[in-house]
């Protein structure tokens, strides 16, 4: 007997071309697809001729409930997350839910709006002499009760905020690190109507504003959305460390 499972995908952010080559073979060949709302490209849901559901609205019963009984039924089914569903996806009460039904999940990741805001600002997020490290996090809002934006913006690292856009202006009154900071902020990277707003800390919510942003968009804070002083890697050196 073939095993019962859903299958959650990795839209990527927004450009039909971003998404995996399993990524894409499961949409043509899916029986039913449950979509997380706008976040998706429509374009991206072109590639599947199945039943299509957005599942903004709908409860985690809900849409356990419509997945389990299409499984049952023998179909395929295809859970679509934006970016990669790892991050901000709610995927595991999903998964713990699907397992009451004796229901399996297969994973394909995707790529994540954090890369694709990456390649928008032509930067890299860790770069030699700048930041070594990368902070992905969140403001505090309805699931999250306190966040630790202060803290993290003591760590001269680059922080990537999620979720942020309406509280751009709240975020950056958050941030103790220097008012001259360089901070970016993406609107739908790598969609075709991309945005992208460069400011620092003292100046971005203002221009967020002025441009309508309110939003889909990514918060890139630090040195690496304008890179000046890096280091060269060792990587093109003449004596290479091994990796
Ligand atoms: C619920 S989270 C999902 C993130 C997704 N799992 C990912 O890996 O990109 C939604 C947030 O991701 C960011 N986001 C998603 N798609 C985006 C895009 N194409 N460009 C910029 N930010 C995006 C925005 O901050 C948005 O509020």
């Known amino acids: ?22 990524g894409r073979e499961l949409l043509e060949s899916a029986d039913l ?17 199945a ?5 903004y609205g709908l409860t985690l019963d809900e849409i356990t409930e419509m997945m389990a009984k299409s499984v049952e039924k023998g179909e395929t089914v ?26 399996a999940v297969e994973r394909v990741p995707g790529v994540s709006s954090v890369f694709a ?4 600002l032509d930067t890299q997020l860790t770069l030699n002499g700048v930041s070594d490290s ?4 969140r403001p505090a809002g309805k699931t999250l009760d306190k966040d630790l934006i202060p803290e993290f913006s003591r760590l001269n690292s680059t922080m990537a905020v999620f979720l942020g856009t309406q509280k751009i202006e709240e975020i950056m009154n958050k941030l103790e690190c220097p008012k001259n900071t360089p901070v970016a902020v993406i609107y739908h990277a790598s969609w075709d109507d991309e945005k992208v707003i460069r400011g620092t800390v003292e100046d ?22 304008d890179p000046k002083n890096y280091r060269r890697s060792h990587l093109y050196g003449v ?3 091994p990796l």
């Open 134 to 137: 990368l902070i992905i996090t």
């Open 1 to 22: 007997m073939t095993e019962k499972k859903v299958y959650f995908v990795g839209a990527g952010p927004g450009d039909p071309k971003l998404i995996t080559v399993k």
């Open 204 to 225: 971005i919510a203002d221009k967020v504003k002025s441009a309508g942003i309110k939003r889909s968009a990514m918060i890139i804070i630090g040195g690496v959305v």
């Open 239 to 241: 004596a290479q460390d």
């Open 51 to 55: 039943k299509k559901v957005d599942s």
């Open 78 to 103: 295809v859970r679509l997350h934006s970016g990669d569903p790892s991050l901000y996806g709610s995927i595991v009460e999903q998964i713990e839910e699907l397992k009451k039904h004796d229901i």
């Open 117 to 120: 805001s990456a390649a928008a």
């Open 33 to 49: 697809l449950v979509y997380a709302g706008s976040l998706i490209n429509p374009i991206v849901l072109e590639y599947s001729n």
